[in-house]
């Protein structure tokens, strides 16, 4: 498999699955803010939701707001985990917040289940990418704004590879010339499918078919051609022996991190969460550049 085919599934990951902020409320506060407040309408306070030891940016720009517009700013920290529960009984009750910041994979339930509002004003998404736009969008609407994208991108170590390869075949080639040193030339979590969705996308699988900006839960492409090819290139490595036993279940990503941070693994598949950990334990970390990226973005243009 050439590496435009793969990595283009891999942007498609890498922009498909972020953490963003959702616009919530079951008052006008939030909208008519937003197109600018009068003193007539100005709600007394607005309440945020954010998660625990995630806010010290959100209560800046609260304080921000504060001072420009008046407008007392509460930003209070709830478990991310518990927020979908937490908003099922305080939306309801009166004692939920105007503005809850959660992520994008739980839009759907939140907004099926009434605690969301649609944004009023949906062409104040116009600045950001398709990709975010499209992670904050439910039934065809728009129920939030992109607060930040996370991403798994390739990472190598700089005291083993020199120069980042170009294509999948290249990590395939350094993995079977390490195999017989008992050294992995890549590796990445596939048995999870957060991380083996850009393979399958790259080859032409999908889980719900896109249709105007909403999903299509009667068309599934889990099993159609392009699928089964990627699921296939993934089991390939398992079946060579390039990855190793252990790199599946939930010990999977410790297994990964401990051969990565050991130096028996010269490339890894992961997120920015993993960097501060890699580093600290004195690996000289580079991940592709952004120009990989936008070269990637055009291919896939070429062949999807």
């Given at each position: 498999?050439?590496?435009?085919?793969?990595?283009?599934?891999?942007?498609?990951?890498v922009f498909?699955?972020?953490?963003l902020?959702a616009?919530?409320g079951g008052?006008?506060?939030?909208s008519?803010?937003?197109?600018?407040s009068t003193?007539?309408?100005?709600?007394e306070?607005?309440v945020?939701?954010e998660?625990?030891?995630k806010?010290?940016t959100?209560k800046e720009?609260a304080?921000?707001?504060?001072?420009?517009h008046?407008?007392?700013?509460?930003?209070v920290?709830v478990?991310?985990t518990d927020?979908?529960d937490?908003?099922?009984l305080d939306?309801p009750?009166?004692?939920?917040?105007?503005?809850?910041?959660?992520?994008?994979?739980?839009?759907g339930?939140?907004?099926?289940?009434?605690?969301?509002?649609?944004?009023?004003?949906e062409?104040?998404l116009d600045?950001?990418t398709?990709a975010?736009?499209?992670?904050?969008?439910?039934?065809?609407?728009?129920?939030?704004?992109?607060?930040?994208?996370e991403?798994?991108?390739?990472?190598?170590?700089k005291?083993?590879?020199?120069?980042a390869?170009t294509?999948?075949?290249?990590?395939?080639?350094?993995?079977?010339?390490?195999k017989?040193k008992?050294?992995?030339?890549f590796?990445?979590?596939?048995d999870?499918?957060?991380?083996?969705?850009?393979?399958?996308?790259?080859?032409?699988g999908?889980?719900?078919?896109?249709?105007g900006?909403?999903?299509?839960p009667?068309?599934?492409g889990l099993?159609?051609?392009g699928?089964v090819?990627g699921?296939?290139?993934?089991?390939?490595?398992?079946q060579?022996?390039?990855?190793p036993?252990?790199l599946?279940?939930?010990?999977?990503g410790q297994?990964?991190?401990?051969?990565f941070?050991?130096k028996?693994?010269h490339?890894?598949?992961?997120?920015?969460?993993?960097v501060a950990?890699?580093?600290?334990a004195?690996?000289t970390?580079?991940?592709?550049?952004?120009?990989?990226?936008?070269t990637v973005?055009?291919?896939?243009?070429?062949?999807?």
């Amino acid at each position: 498999m050439k590496m435009k085919k793969m990595v283009a599934g891999l942007s498609t990951a890498v922009f498909a699955f972020g953490a963003l902020a959702a616009c919530g409320g079951g008052t006008d506060s939030g909208s008519t803010n937003e197109g600018g407040s009068t003193s007539e309408n100005k709600p007394e306070k607005i309440v945020i939701w954010e998660d625990i030891e995630k806010s010290e940016t959100t209560k800046e720009v609260a304080k921000a707001f504060e001072e420009e517009h008046g407008v007392a700013v509460e930003v209070v920290e709830v478990q991310m985990t518990d927020q979908k529960d937490k908003l099922a009984l305080d939306g309801p009750a009166g004692k939920g917040p105007d503005i809850v910041l959660v992520p994008h994979d739980q839009i759907g339930t939140i907004a099926d289940q009434g605690h969301l509002a649609p944004l009023a004003d949906e062409g104040a998404l116009d600045s950001f990418t398709d990709a975010s736009k499209s992670a904050v969008m439910f039934d065809g609407k728009a129920y939030g704004y992109p607060k930040s994208v996370e991403t798994p991108v390739l990472m190598y170590n700089k005291d083993l590879v020199s120069e980042a390869p170009t294509s999948m075949d290249d990590l395939y080639k350094l993995s079977t010339d390490l195999k017989d040193k008992g050294e992995y030339g890549f590796l990445g979590l596939w048995d999870n499918f957060y991380f083996a969705h850009g393979v399958v996308a790259g080859f032409g699988g999908y889980v719900f078919k896109e249709d105007g900006g909403a999903l299509d839960p009667s068309d599934i492409g889990l099993n159609n051609e392009g699928a089964v090819e990627g699921f296939d290139y993934i089991g390939k490595w398992y079946q060579e022996g390039l990855f190793p036993k252990g790199l599946i279940g939930e010990s999977g990503g410790q297994a990964m991190d401990q051969l990565f941070t050991e130096k028996k693994a010269h490339t890894v598949m992961n997120g920015p969460w993993a960097v501060a950990g890699y580093q600290d334990a004195g690996i000289t970390l580079e991940r592709l550049h952004c120009r990989h990226f936008q070269t990637v973005s055009q291919s896939r243009r070429s062949w999807a």
